[in-house]
């Protein structure tokens, strides 16, 4: 078994029409055994910028405490909130300076940038970044939510479209992988408002 895979994930950030969604899981396990059931995978940055991270439990939690740091760094000294580009940059810069003894993390980096363009991106565990313009997914359950995505995604949904979307997705791969669900966390952000949304999914 992959250490990516030790402790199970799925995450999935998906763009809409001036909004976009990113969702994951909640199992928090040990290789097939359960450990928590209300896990946090998804971390918010400012109002319109989030971050996930997939990969081990605690390389997760450790990565998010250095990127808040960085980016309250950068508020204080450029007085502004960073952009999603900007921010993708940083996250894989601070992945890539670990490449000999990396952070098992596999982040998925969702914003909203100038005019309120939703933006996208996801990188592997060295900080080689991939950019989309419908969705993106990343842990143990990405291949199920290729799959997912691919046949229910559309151009130019609206915040609550997005959001059945999205949810329909998640819950139907992580269905399809033993290692990730116990329901999951939806966050659709707009340029007004943030919506979290805690899902049921199936308890085994």
């Not at 921010?87 to 940038?113: D, W």
């Not at 046949?151 to 399809?176: C, G, H, N, W, Y």
């Amino acid at each position: 078994m992959s250490i990516f895979e030790y402790n199970g994930s799925a995450l999935v950030a998906m763009v809409g029409k001036n909004c976009f969604a990113i969702a994951s899981d909640r199992r928090l396990g040990v290789q097939l055994q359960t450990i928590a059931t209300d896990f946090q995978r998804i971390f918010k940055i400012h109002d319109k910028l989030f971050l996930g991270l997939s990969g081990l439990g605690s390389d997760t939690q450790t990565l998010h405490q250095r990127l808040v740091f960085r980016h309250k760094l950068y508020q204080l000294r450029e007085e502004r909130d960073m952009k999603p580009e900007t921010f993708a940059s940083l996250v894989s810069a601070v992945l890539y300076e670990k490449r000999f003894g990396p952070y098992f993390c596999q982040p998925v980096i969702a914003g909203l940038g100038d005019d309120d363009k939703p933006f996208i991106c996801t990188m592997d565990s060295i900080g080689a970044k991939e950019l989309a313009k419908d969705f993106v997914v990343a842990g143990t359950a990405s291949e199920s939510l290729y799959g997912a995505c691919e046949s229910m995604f559309k151009p130019d949904m609206e915040a609550e479209e997005l959001f059945e979307t999205i949810s329909q997705a998640l819950l139907s791969s992580v269905d399809r992988d033993c290692l990730s669900g116990w329901g999951g966390h939806v966050y659709v952000v707009t340029p007004t408002e943030v919506t979290e949304r805690t899902l049921k999914g199936r308890m085994d």
